[in-house]
């Protein structure tokens, strides 16, 4: 079964998120802190890590790299973030994020992206 990693400090987007996907028969996981988004990380693979604000990406601690460990198929990795700025939008996607959803979130969007990132 697919499984979904969910990462976001603040409760109430990962809820929404959660809401969201689960009717798509997929597991879901949410972290809510760094620390338990790195032991997580360590224990399972996930097929899209949905992540909830530039902070952890902007810690400079190497979280990419991290979220993608060294298979043949490495997670898609989304970013949902209020910042719409161009800087900030090309800036995390030459980091590596694959998709970069702006706040407000379009629930039928996000369930589209992440439903065709599972089809692949």
């Not at 993608?68 to 719409?84: D, K, M, N, S």
């Amino acid at each position: 079964m697919a499984c979904i990693l969910i990462y976001s400090e603040e409760g109430l987007w990962a809820t929404l998120i959660e809401t969201i996907l689960s009717e798509q028969g997929i597991e879901l996981a949410v972290a809510r802190n760094p620390e338990q988004l790195r032991r997580m990380t360590v224990s399972r693979s996930y097929e899209v890590v949905i992540i909830v604000g530039v902070g952890l990406l902007r810690r400079g601690e190497g979280w990419l790299l991290r979220l993608r460990p060294y298979r043949l198929r490495p997670p898609e990795i989304y970013l949902v973030a209020w910042q719409h700025g161009e800087q900030t939008v090309l800036g995390m996607l030459e980091c590596g994020v694959d998709q970069y959803m702006t706040l407000p979130l379009h629930p039928g969007r996000l369930r589209a992206k992440v439903m065709q990132a599972l089809a692949e």
